[in-house]
């Protein structure tokens, strides 16, 4: 049993046109019992920027609660929100500063920039991240998911169509894991605000 | 020999000093070459020729005087009766802080945003008046303090909270030697569940206390009697209800508030007119209809139509 699965997660972000969207399940288990089906694990940390946190449960909570803490502490010094690359950066060296000791958690920032350009980032437990111009996958199941990504992304997608292709890989992925699913949410995140769905699918 | 604190004080001429080690010694080093030896070993050196008892006693804040009190620490809050005035007055449903932007000179680049209101949280804002290096380390602290307290918890921190530690911090540099205190006082103005709006002054001794009006830096004391007068007006022409013990209903809402702000500033500041509206600084803070705190840097727009409601009122009502 690895600490990563403990739990069970599954998170996709994607980019569309101007517009990005970041889609997770809302299991919470232990081991292979289903705690709650409710369970956050996408936080909206500024206006147009989610951050998504797949790994322990006690640990997202956690990592959620220290970037709170460091993103509003940036905000009252420097008087302006933490651009994307910003929180990415930030997130990698709060991880490594654990590296022999990690936060159980591989996170994906996706937000829009000053210029309301699509950012979209994942990274290890350790902190090693990598930026993408399509989607990034976080979570237990992340085969299915780069798989279905793979099959139903296009570039320039606008928001509905994101929507809808963040939703279809999403739940495709995860009726094929154990451990993630149990219901699903989309944010899409456009320049004029936040657009939030509840997924239903199967409930297993 | 034992060179413990001392004092030396100066002759007639630079040619020689006198040590005195505690009273109970008095050693003449002259300006030879062998004398100039112990120079670099005087560490206290006191060289105005001034007979007060305090000169003794101030030099240090770890020293008390024989009165019983801390110079060091009083010539602190000399030094913040020197700076731009700050006004806070706790408003029915709200807080309001004025102060005045001292513009030293023209060629300095205009404030991004805010010269004199500092953030301490979503919850929690403050208005300096003082030594601004001095307020940027105690403004980074308090920031830090309620930033953990948030983590730690996942609850704003109650304003006291935030106050008192921020004031202990301030304590510390009373006590403790070679240090000296800090040269700040503040104005914290912040909400939380327990209390609701609540406002603070604290000073370079750590002492705090709340306040429903108060102000500080240059020429407070005449603010401060406006205030006393004003603060709790009766209305005109109404007179006091036998019934009438709630007390907050002459306390005035934020626009009332204000107002009488830019009244105690008008009158101590230097001069006024249309060039007020740039040397102030409107701050509010209140509730928005989800019961969040939200708060406000009023624009030189409404800056403006503050000041001019004021003026017609004082001309309206007669005032000179």
Redesign the interface.
């Known amino acids: 049993m690895s600490i990563m699965s403990y739990n069970g997660s599954a998170i996709i972000a994607m980019a569309g046109k101007d517009c990005v969207g970041i889609a997770a399940d809302r299991r919470l288990g232990i081991q292979l019992k289903t705690v709650s089906t409710d369970f956050t694990k996408t936080f909206q940390m500024q206006p147009k920027l989610f951050v998504g946190l797949a790994g322990l449960a006690t640990d997202v909570q956690t990592l959620h609660?220290?970037l709170?803490?460091r993103m509003?502490?940036f905000k009252?010094?420097e008087?302006r929100d933490m651009p994307p690359e910003v929180v990415n950066n930030l997130l990698s060296t709060l991880l490594y500063e654990k590296r022999f000791g990690p936060y159980f958690v591989e996170p994906i920032v996706a937000g829009l920039d000053e210029d309301n350009k699509p950012f979209l980032s994942c990274m290890d437990l350790i902190g090693s991240s990598v930026k993408a111009n399509d989607f990034v996958v976080s979570g237990t199941c992340t085969g299915n998911m780069f798989g279905m990504c793979e099959a139903l992304y296009r570039p320039d997608l606008n928001p509905d169509e994101l929507f809808e292709a963040l939703a279809q890989s999403l739940l495709s992925s995860v009726d094929r894991d154990a451990m993630s699913g149990w219901g699903g949410v989309v944010h899409i995140i456009t320049k004029d605000g936040v657009m939030t769905k509840e997924l239903k699918g199967r409930m297993d | 020999m034992y060179i413990a604190n001392y004092f030396i004080a100066q002759t007639s001429t630079v040619r020689s000093v006198r040590l005195r080690f505690d009273l109970l010694a008095s050693v003449r080093i002259d300006n030879d070459p062998i004398g100039r030896c112990f120079l670099p070993l005087i560490r206290h050196i006191d060289v105005s020729f001034d007979p007060s008892m305090a000169r003794r006693y101030d030099a240090s804040t770890t020293t008390f005087s024989p009165e019983g009190r801390l110079h060091q620490v009083e010539y602190a809050i000399e030094a913040i009766n020197n700076a731009g005035t700050c006004v806070g007055i706790l408003a029915k449903d709200g807080i309001v802080m004025a102060s005045e932007r001292r513009i030293t000179s023209g060629l300095l680049a205009p404030a991004k945003t805010s010269e004199k209101t500092y953030f301490l949280a979503k919850h929690a804002a403050c208005n300096v008046a003082g030594l601004t290096a001095d307020a940027n380390i105690l403004i980074d602290q308090a920031r830090l303090r309620a930033g953990r307290y948030q983590y730690q918890y996942q609850e704003p921190i109650p304003m006291e909270q935030l106050v008192e530690y921020v004031c202990n911090y301030k304590q510390y540099f009373t006590q403790r030697g070679g240090l000296r205190p800090f040269g700040v006082a503040f104005l914290f103005a912040g909400y939380d569940e327990h209390y609701g709006f609540q406002l603070y002054q604290s000073d370079p001794s750590g002492n705090y206390s709340g306040w429903k009006a108060t102000v500080i830096g240059a020429n407070n004391q005449a603010g401060k009697t406006i205030l006393k007068s004003d603060y709790q007006k009766q209305p005109e022409g109404e007179e006091k209800m036998a019934d009438d013990d709630d007390e907050s209903g002459s306390i005035p809402d934020v626009q009332g508030a204000l107002r009488l702000a830019v009244k105690v500033l008008n009158k101590t500041m230097d001069g006024s007119g249309t060039t007020a509206a740039e040397k102030m600084e409107l701050f509010t803070m209140a509730l928005d209809d989800n019961g969040q705190v939200v708060t406000k840097i009023l624009t030189k727009t409404e800056t403006q139509a503050v000041i001019s409601a004021v003026e017609s009122e004082s001309a309206s009502s007669g005032e000179s």
């Open positions: 609660n220290l709170e803490f509003s502490l009252l010094r008087e």
